[in-house]
């Protein structure tokens, strides 16, 4: 069956629905119309050169990426700036753009959901709930307590990457961990009061840090790239499984071209 924009949209909406995208976001159809039809589409965290240029050899008629390209308000459209250049190159190339941003966050079936998943946790709640089951992060509880050494190697495994950790006290049994995908230093408070022994989090700022010395929780910085881009596949999963089920005839892949902006030197 013939496959659209608007169709794709209504897939992502039914396990992450756009309304509740929180208000400063800029989810839902980017660049495009719903009209456009669809055969291939490619996933990625964001849209960057190395992503677009991936999207036009493969043919790709949708790009849905989880950060959204165009966050605030754009005066202009030209080739002397970045976004400028990423916008006017996709248009040319009749290439769609969807972001799923926070309601991704939010969603039963989304990031920081998943993460809880790959760690088994029992008892998962939401960390900062915002009713109807939707809100960000999640808390629950490690199937056997573990040392915080051997939580940090097993973190350290999962992302594939080294991990920087606030206020590690060798051999500290820990159980209660809290998760929360990306710039989530926000619920740092929330994960203390909560009672979490680890807070697993992104782009931890020094100052932010600070704020759980000398108290009972360590913080894990996974890296925002890392917490994230490791759930594209089960993006991909849930998109096709919502496609077969339609009989949407659609190929799906995740950038392969897409890596962390940070290297260690």
């Keep these: 069956m013939v496959t659209s924009v608007g169709k794709i949209l209504k897939l992502i909406d039914q396990f992450a629905p756009f309304e509740t995208a929180s208000s400063w976001d800029n989810s839902g159809l980017l660049i495009g119309g719903e009209s456009k039809p669809v055969d291939r589409i490619l996933i990625a965290l964001d849209v960057t050169e190395s992503v677009v240029d991936e999207a036009i050899e493969e ?35 009749d290439i769609a753009l969807i972001s799923a941003h926070t309601n991704l966050d939010k969603s039963p079936q989304g990031i920081s959901a998943y993460l ?56 500290r049994m820990i159980r209660k961990i809290a998760i929360s995908s990306g710039a989530s230093s926000d619920f740092i408070d929330s994960a203390l009061n909560l009672g979490a022994d680890v807070f697993l989090l992104g782009d931890l700022k020094y100052h932010e ?57």
């Design 59 to 93: 043919g790709v008629d949708l790009i849905i990426t989880h950060h959204p390209l165009i966050f605030s308000g754009l005066k202009n459209i030209t080739l002397e700036n970045r976004i400028g250049k990423l916008v006017f190159k996709l248009i040319q190339n």
């Design 116 to 171: 809880s998943e790959l760690y088994d946790l029992d008892d998962v709640s939401l960390l900062v709930s915002e009713g109807d089951d939707a809100g960000f992060g999640r808390i629950g509880n490690l199937k056997e307590p573990m040392t915080l050494n051997a939580f940090a190697e097993q973190t350290r495994m999962l992302f594939n990457n080294h991990v920087k950790i606030v206020d590690r006290s060798e051999g």
């Design 209 to 265: 840090a600070q704020g759980v010395l000398n108290t009972p929780m360590t913080l894990i910085d996974i890296g925002h790239f890392e917490s994230e881009f490791i759930y594209l596949d089960r993006l991909k999963e849930l998109l096709e499984m919502r496609a077969l089920y339609k009989n949407y005839d659609i190929y799906i892949k995740v950038s392969e071209t897409e890596k962390p902006i940070f290297t260690l030197y």
